[in-house]
Nanobody
């Protein structure tokens, strides 16, 4: 079982930056794809980004491409999401996820979810 704990959310002004962290523990995540989703109340979960733990190839959602960067530190078992040029529309609860061994933008394919961290971007 994989455990995921996010941190780093908060309040930031539009145009600012935040970095989210996700500490991963347990067995089996090293062979899987990990990533981030976000959700606003009343809306479906939105794919943000994903990366394979053992590879550097990344995927991004269209709304964050060019502004967000996903990365991981294998030695620290930690996943990151660097968020730059933040917009009010980025306001959401951000979830760290661990999923299949293949790249996916579908939330249902990710079996492990963190508790979420709130990101609020003021205008």
């Amino acid at each position: 079982q994989v455990q995921l704990v996010e941190s780093g959310g908060g309040l930031v002004q539009a145009g600012g930056s935040l970095r989210l962290s996700c500490a991963a523990s347990g067995r089996g995540f090293s062979s899987r794809v990990m990533g981030w989703f976000r959700q606003v109340p009343g809306k479906e979960r939105e794919f943000v980004a994903c990366i394979k733990w053992v590879a550097d190839y990344t995927f991004y959602g269209e709304s964050v491409k060019g502004r967000f960067t996903i990365s991981r530190d294998k030695a620290k078992n930690t996943l990151y999401l660097q968020m730059d040029s933040l917009k009010p529309d980025d306001t959401a609860v951000y979830y760290c996820v661990a999923g299949p061994t293949y790249y996916s933008t579908t939330s249902a394919t990710y079996t492990n979810w963190g508790q979420g961290t709130q990101v609020t971007v003021s205008s």
